[in-house]
């Protein structure tokens, strides 16, 4: 593809990089993440009982913000860069002001404009404050980045991945094979992705499908029927997909992504709305028009990072209380709009207080009486997945056990 149609030269060699094939390329990275996980183990942290969740939510926050550079949505090397400009700055007071320093800007600039859970909980704050401690930990982040290291090591540091490469079914797969190793007989059990898929399509088909084929065809240039678009509209908000043994949410990503798929059908359908041009005078313009208008602006088809987010908050519900699992599937989850949104989340656009992504507290909660049939069943851990099509007081809801 040429420069001219990219616009960026960066931009055109990630993606040329993006289409080179590497199958070995999520074995590497579950490797790669036991090996970082292991070397920040060998840090001290200040309750002990943590340290599990502490070394994850740090991982994890350096894979989001990788993840938002390789997509061209913050400053590209700004993690390692700031890394290095904190040590060059404070090397002489030492790892007692090196730590704090990056970390407060780091973790600070991704909460203001990503304001995600993952950065709700501060890792100064976890870290033992011993001086030895704060210089192993700078040792530590120095391999596990791979700002200086990468020719004394086989590894790959977190900085050398091309995130774009890392799709959610690498990254998903890797994780909770990772996490159910660790855990062994308390682990997650890794259910594909070529499983998940289908089951999430077929589901989401069945109760979705109908009400968007009627959507279609209110919003087409043949109905232009504004009004019944919105009831149709307001029901299909009403479905809810739970999953009450979720793990990581591999699953909802599924789930999240089919819903994706079928708000788009929409969004073509009434696209005409916006080809559509405005008579000088107001009054003259079509009220189809108008209506279109008024209904793309409700439910926010021409704002990708709102309607993302909508569909998250109101079609995804799951039941956790591990931290380390709600850390890595707020991770997931975040890591699959990036790309659905694309500019919409570069930080030079997230103005205002408007949250960049779903609150994960609006998808957590305990699934109430289910009643009513399975839709299907699927193998899972040593019995049954059972994915079922129930309603849920009044509304059409999921629930997947």
């Given at each position: 593809m040429k420069y001219t149609e990219m616009g960026s030269v960066l931009d055109t060699l990630r993606r040329v990089e993006d289409a080179v094939e590497r199958p070995e390329l999520e074995q590497q990275f579950f490797t790669d993440l036991k090996i970082w996980y292991n070397e920040f183990d060998k840090v001290k942290w200040a309750q002990p009982e943590l340290a599990a969740e502490s070394i994850i939510l740090l991982i994890n926050k350096l894979i989001f913000a990788r993840t938002l550079e390789d997509f061209g949505l913050v400053p590209y090397r700004f993690t390692q860069d700031e890394y290095v400009r904190q040590t060059q700055r404070w090397e002489a007071k030492g790892a007692h002001r090196i730590v704090p320093k990056f970390l407060d800007e780091f973790e600070d600039f991704f909460d203001e404009?990503?304001?995600?859970?993952?950065?709700?909980?501060?890792?100064?704050?976890r870290l033992d404050k011993a001086p030895a401690n704060l210089e192993r930990f700078c040792e530590k982040l120095n391999f596990v980045l791979g700002v200086n290291s990468w020719d004394e090591t086989f590894s790959r540091g977190i900085v050398h991945y091309n995130y774009r490469r890392i799709d959610e079914d690498i990254f998903g797969k890797s994780y909770e094979m990772f996490l159910a190793a660790n855990r062994k007989d308390e682990g997650?059990?890794?259910?594909?992705?070529?499983?998940?898929?289908?089951?999430?399509?077929?589901?989401?088909?069945?109760?979705?499908?109908?009400?968007?084929?009627?959507?279609?065809?209110?919003?087409?240039?043949?109905?232009?029927?504004?009004?019944?678009?919105?009831?149709?509209?307001?029901?299909?908000?009403?479905?809810?997909?739970?999953?009450?043994?979720?793990?990581?949410?591999?699953?909802?990503?599924k789930v999240l992504r089919a819903f994706w798929r079928q708000y788009q059908r929409i969004d073509a359908a009434c696209a005409w709305v916006?080809?559509?041009?405005?008579?000088?005078?107001?009054?003259?313009?079509?009220?189809?028009?108008?209506?279109?208008?008024?209904?793309?602006?409700?439910?926010?088809?021409?704002?990708?990072?709102?309607?993302?987010?909508?569909?998250?908050?109101?079609?995804?519900?799951?039941?956790m209380s591990d931290p380390v699992e709600r850390s890595v599937m707020t991770l997931r989850l975040c890591r699959e709009m990036i790309p659905l949104c694309g500019p919409a989340l570069d930080f030079r656009a997230l103005t205002g207080s408007t949250r960049a992504f779903p609150d994960i507290r609006s998808l957590l909660g305990r699934v109430k009486s289910i009643q009513g049939n399975c839709a299907s069943h699927l193998s899972r851990r040593a019995g049954l997945r059972r994915i079922a099509a129930r309603e849920l007081n009044s509304t059409h809801s999921t629930v997947a056990t």
């Open positions: 404009y990503y304001d995600t859970e993952i950065f709700s909980a501060r890792v100064w704050e997650i059990y890794y259910t594909p992705a070529s499983i998940t898929g289908p089951m999430a399509d077929s589901l989401v088909n069945s109760l979705a499908g109908p009400l968007v084929d009627d959507l279609c065809a209110a919003v087409g240039t043949q109905q232009c029927d504004f009004q019944r678009a919105g009831q149709l509209m307001a029901q299909l908000a009403e479905i809810r997909v739970a999953d009450t043994a979720c793990g990581s949410g591999g699953f909802l990503i916006n080809h559509s041009q405005s008579c000088g005078d107001v009054v003259a313009t079509p009220p189809n028009v108008h209506q279109g208008r008024a209904f793309r602006e409700r439910w926010h088809f021409d704002n990708r990072r709102v309607l993302v987010a909508g569909i998250a908050e109101r079609h995804l519900r799951c039941q």
